[in-house]
């Protein structure tokens, strides 16, 4: 039984209350719902990278490995697609750009060669990273993207993390709990946390336990509520 501690907090930028969870990530804001929280816990690896963008890098992977894996519908009308990747790439390398202009994490990212065996999957992962660095850019230039933007990004090594991200998950989960009970355990995770969330105030705490055998999953709120 894995035990995670929770916290209700504000989010800053957002306004509302969301919910922390101590995975050892100083940089993780409080997820607004259940959802992120099961994301936070299950994709992410269990051993946070130092350096954050790479740690989403690494998620994504997870995300590719678990939601879209086993067609897992987290919006109400299509299934977790790898189309959904370059909208992340996009938001990476706009915060990247945000912080340091031309001079980013991503314009000097460490090198990284995992691939997978799927050939089709890295073929997408190729595109859609692609795709993600050319919205960013044209965003950042006001519409000035020219085709020599992307030889500034290392393709391969961001396209490598996110197989990394990949490689970690499938060794983390056994293939029956892939295959068969990942969108329970997604699930029960994402319902506690929105259930906790839901009843919850600014500073409260609790106890997220998520056994991995047996899929159970519930919380214990420190004044001794279940959730």
């Known amino acids: 039984m894995k035990k995670y501690s929770l916290t209700i907090k504000e989010h800053e930028e957002y306004g ?23 994301h936070d816990i299950l994709e992410h690896t269990v051993t946070p990278h130092q350096c954050g963008y790479i740690d989403e890098l690494m998620a ?12 897992y ?22 915060a990247a750009l945000n912080e340091a202009g031309d001079n980013n994490f991503f314009s000097e990212i460490e090198k990284c060669n995992s691939y997978l065996q799927d050939q089709w999957i890295m073929d997408q992962l190729r595109k859609e990273v692609k795709e993600g660095i050319i919205e960013a850019i044209d965003e950042w230039t006001d519409g000035e993207y020219e085709a ?13 993390w996110i197989c990394k991200g990949h490689q970690s998950f499938n060794k983390r989960f056994s293939w029956s709990l892939r295959n068969y009970g ?20 600014e500073g409260q705490t609790a106890t997220l336990h998520v056994d991995f055998s047996s899929n159970n999953v519930f919380i214990v709120e420190d004044y001794g509520i279940d959730y």
């Open 73 to 94: 519908n987290s919006r109400g009308y299509r299934a977790a697609s790898i189309d959904d990747v370059s909208s992340d790439i996009q938001s990476l390398l706009t």
């Open 60 to 71: 994504l992977g997870g995300y590719i490995a678990g939601r879209v894996a086993c067609a």
């Open 182 to 201: 990942y969108k329970h355990l997604f699930d029960s995770i994402r319902e506690a946390s929105d259930s906790f969330l839901s009843n919850g105030v």
């Open 16 to 38: 509302g209350l969301g919910i922390v969870v101590d995975t050892g990530r100083d940089y993780f804001e409080p997820a607004l719902d259940g959802l992120v929280v099961a």
């Open 148 to 160: 020599w933007h992307i030889d500034q990004y290392d393709v391969d090594s961001i396209v490598g």
